[in-house]
């Protein structure tokens, strides 16, 4: 009984560890296909990139006098990657030829010269691709008038993918009559060239250069915000005060790690107040070393103002309570005024440099004992009284 | 209270200065910093490159110098591609670069150029064989594309010598039947222990094999 039971455990022991390691590989192989699919298509921008490099280098000097016909013998993807990056790498490099008369090459169709051929001789029989036989070919008549044939070898050699592109005239001894070896640099993006009008890597670069200082100095932002007050521990509250303001933001450089801004605002509520403001600000980046054009950029701003306030609101901002001579001032028309200087500490957050969504904590110095207005958080030395929100558009 | 919150705030600037560091740490584990491949460039290489990243170098220059670190991950990972196979191949443009500077040294002539890879991936073969042509084209030396075939009865007998005896004796056969003229050379790159990473490279010119490392 005892045999019999070791060996039924035998035999199933490497059937359960079969069924233990299947799920892990697979796992394992769906991880690996999840990374290649990332990968390619990295590696698809920077092949796409080198293709428009060589493309671009014909346009330039083209490699043939006349118009010639070419096949596109063989392209050869990096050890490791399937035939799906083949593929849009053909697509890509007919796109770029189809699209750039200058040239001088057009691509022909030859199947028979990427296939097996079986060619039969005085000196023996050859089995080999027709572009390794184009005597074969050329006997079969199949060379379809092209004479050269293109192959394209891609290779990663750790972080850059490297470009071997050669052709190949389509005669007995074979001569490579062209050959080039293009390397990404360390690390640059892609820098995604259109097809049809194919500039060099130093003008692709030097145009984002353009476009990042493209970007003026100056900027006209208009801002849309809402100032609350603290309730403070008088019986009358501060209403919430709504804000339109417009004026002018300059930087030093285009790197935009200070930026300075004056704006004039106004606010009005009806029945309630009349109101205008004087601003100034300094903002510092803090999100990085330069403002970015694809990321949200965080400026931390310190800024300081005027306001004045006309109207039955403007009562709040006194440092006396409400009482009948204001009261009476208010119905004869002789509104109440107020006008006060605030600080202000808050953040920014800037898309591109046109829209801002920022957030900040406003002091009052001269209302500290106004009894109308409270405070949001005291730090000994400031109190801020008035916390606000707002929008900013920047043309 | 807020004090306190001032205090946990105030590392924080530190910390997200190593968001950015290629080093293991914190951010990063020691397999993805192994993964990656940095280069350090100067500040005005660095603007011209990433100029989205990189502030330009001020315009009456510095004295503190300021360089970059531009750090990518390797396209394909350690460990995904056969050790071998990977040695070779990350640094191909290198090694066949000095094999065909040394090699096209040696025959200056106005000679045509044969070229072969022994490698036991036939794969990475062709890509050796790919990288030494396309090289040697560039170094404006007439290379053909036409690789040099023995007989079926030399490839069996040489087939079973080591390397050291096959290749000088592949040499002669070429010659001997006319595969290869006195104005060919052929250049073989190959390995020869197949534990080893390092390339190997021979001459055959006037059926005469030559070793070039």
Redesign the interface.
């Known amino acids: 009984m005892r045999p019999a039971f070791l060996s039924l455990i035998l035999a199933l022991l490497p059937a359960a560890v079969v069924a233990e390691e299947s799920p892990l590989t697979d796992a394992q192989r769906a991880q690996l296909e999840t990374l290649r699919g990332e990968i390619a298509a990295q590696i698809q921008l920077q092949a796409y990139d080198l293709l428009d490099e060589l493309v671009f280098g014909w346009t330039e000097q083209p490699v043939f006098a006349l118009e010639t016909p070419l096949v596109l013998a063989d392209v050869s993807v990096p050890v490791g990657f399937g035939s799906g990056m083949q593929a849009l790498i053909e697509n890509h490099f007919a796109s770029l030829i189809v699209k750039n008369p200058r040239t001088r090459v057009a691509l022909t169709h030859c199947p028979q010269c990427t296939s097996v051929v079986v060619h039969s001789g005085a000196t023996g029989t050859i089995v080999s691709r027709g572009v390794d036989e184009p005597e074969a070919l050329s006997k079969a008549g199949t060379l379809s008038g092209s004479r050269h044939a293109i192959f394209l070898d891609f290779e990663i050699e750790g972080a850059a993918l490297v470009l071997r592109a050669r052709i190949t005239s389509l005669e007995p001894a074979l001569p490579i009559i062209y050959a080039k070896t293009l390397s990404t640099s360390t690390s640059s993006p892609a820098l995604l060239r259109t097809g049809d009008r194919l500039k060099s890597a130093a003008e692709a670069r030097q145009e984002y250069v353009n476009a990042l200082q493209g970007r003026s100095l100056y900027q006209v932002p208009i801002r849309i915000g809402v100032r609350t007050y603290a309730t403070g521990s008088g019986q009358v509250r501060a209403a919430p005060m709504p804000w339109l303001q417009a004026g002018v933001e300059g930087s030093l450089t285009q790197a935009r790690a200070w930026t300075g801004s004056f704006l004039v605002g106004f606010s009005w509520t009806p029945q309630l107040h009349t109101a205008w403001m004087a601003q100034g600000r300094l903002s510092r980046l803090i999100s990085g070393t330069t403002s970015s054009l694809t990321g949200p950029d965080l400026y931390a701003f310190v800024g300081g103002s005027v306001i004045s306030i006309h109207g039955p609101a403007a009562l709040a901002f006194q440092d006396q309570v409400p009482d009948l001579d204001d009261l009476l001032a208010l119905l004869t028309g002789g509104g109440p005024d107020a006008t006060f200087g605030a600080l202000q500490l808050g953040l920014d957050l800037r898309v591109k440099n046109r829209i801002g969504v920022g957030v900040y904590l406003e002091s009052l110095p001269a209302l500290n004992n106004a009894p109308a207005i409270g405070d949001y958080l005291d730090i000994g030395i400031l109190q801020f009284h008035s916390l606000g929100v707002e929008v900013t558009f920047c043309f | 209270m807020?004090t306190l919150l001032i205090l946990l705030l105030m590392p924080l600037p530190a910390f997200m200065g190593r968001v950015h560091d290629p080093s293991p740490g914190i951010f990063q584990s020691k397999e993805e910093a192994r993964n990656?491949?940095c280069?350090r460039l100067s500040q005005a290489e660095a603007h011209?490159?990433?100029?989205?990243?990189?502030?330009?170098p001020p315009a009456r220059g510095s004295w503190a110098v300021t360089d970059a670190l531009?750090?990518?991950?390797?396209?394909?990972?350690i460990g995904?591609?056969p050790a071998r196979?990977e040695a070779v191949?990350?640094?191909?443009?290198q090694k066949v670069g000095d094999i065909t500077q040394t090699a096209s040294a040696l025959e200056a002539g106005e000679l045509?150029w044969h070229v072969d890879a022994f490698y036991p991936?036939p794969?990475?073969a062709?890509?050796i064989s790919?990288?030494a042509?396309?090289?040697l084209?560039?170094r404006g030396r007439?290379?053909?594309?036409?690789v040099p075939v023995l007989a079926a009865g030399d490839i069996a007998v040489l087939w079973k010598l080591p390397p050291q005896q096959a290749y000088p004796l592949a040499c002669e056969r070429y010659f001997a039947q006319g595969v290869l003229t006195e104005r060919d050379v052929f250049l073989g790159v190959m390995i020869v222990d197949p534990r080893e990473t390092q390339l190997h490279a021979g001459l055959c010119a006037r059926g005469e094999w030559r070793w070039l490392q």
């Open positions: 807020e990656l491949e280069t011209e490159r990433f100029p989205g990243q990189v502030p330009e531009a750090c990518s991950r390797r396209f394909l990972r995904e591609r196979d191949l990350s640094a191909l443009r045509t991936e794969a990475v062709a890509k790919v990288a042509k396309t090289d084209v560039e007439k290379v053909s594309d036409r």
